[in-house]
């Protein structure tokens, strides 16, 4: 049984080394490089799309960042919450809790100043409107926005 040497097959970022080449080299050990060679290429590409999910989270550290992601998801209408419900405010379409949900969610703290805490709400309606709900939270949050919200039955964290 052949050992394989990973610093040996991690040269040249996977790519076949040198050696493999060399007719002295039994088949068996050929393919067992290569097939090591393969799992480690699947390793480095896992690790690179957990860092990049990691990267999309740190992105999403402020509103503005948030905001410029969700609008490119689809997310463009802005609402407004009322004593009577919801409304889009470039349609001027009401609607009511039962015709929303809320499929996720991102709440920021202002890094200098408390009163800068805020809530952004990403809004689907029945009829396939997207947008967002933006209110403070704490002492500064909107009464209609929290009505409204806890009157939402379908809400979601992903």
Same mark, same amino acid.
């Given at each position: 049984?052949? !050992?394989?040497?990973?610093?040996?097959?991690?040269?040249?970022?996977?790519?076949?080394?040198?050696?493999?080449? #060399?007719?002295?080299?039994?088949?068996?050990?050929?393919?067992?490089?290569?097939?090591?060679?393969?799992?480690?290429?699947?390793?480095?590409?896992? !690790?690179?799309?957990?860092?990049?999910? !990691?990267?999309?989270?740190?992105?999403?550290?402020?509103?503005?960042?948030?905001?410029?992601?969700? !609008?490119?998801?689809?997310?463009?209408?802005?609402?407004?919450?009322?004593?009577?419900?919801?409304?889009?405010?470039?349609?001027?379409?009401?609607?009511?809790?039962?015709?929303?949900?809320?499929?996720?969610?991102?709440?920021?703290?202002?890094?200098?100043?408390?009163? #800068?805490?805020?809530?952004?709400?990403?809004?689907?309606?029945?009829?396939?409107?997207?947008?967002?709900?933006?209110?403070?939270?704490?002492?500064?949050?909107?009464?209609?926005?929290?009505?409204?919200?806890?009157?939402?039955?379908?809400?979601?964290?992903?």
């Amino acid at each position: 049984m052949y !050992k394989v040497n990973p610093i040996l097959v991690q040269t040249n970022k996977g790519l076949p080394c040198s050696y493999l080449q #060399d007719t002295s080299v039994s088949a068996e050990y050929k393919k067992l490089v290569t097939s090591y060679q393969e799992f480690y290429k699947s390793c480095v590409e896992l !690790k690179l799309s957990i860092m990049e999910k !990691k990267f999309e989270k740190n992105m999403m550290e402020t509103l503005l960042e948030c905001l410029s992601r969700v !609008k490119k998801e689809g997310y463009t209408e802005n609402f407004m919450a009322n004593e009577n419900g919801l409304v889009a405010l470039g349609s001027k379409k009401s609607y009511s809790s039962p015709e929303v949900t809320i499929p996720d969610y991102f709440r920021f703290e202002g890094e200098s100043n408390p009163d #800068d805490n805020s809530i952004l709400y990403l809004i689907e309606t029945n009829d396939g409107t997207k947008g967002i709900l933006t209110d403070a939270y704490g002492a500064y949050a909107d009464t209609n926005v929290n009505k409204f919200i806890t009157e939402v039955e379908d809400i979601s964290k992903k």
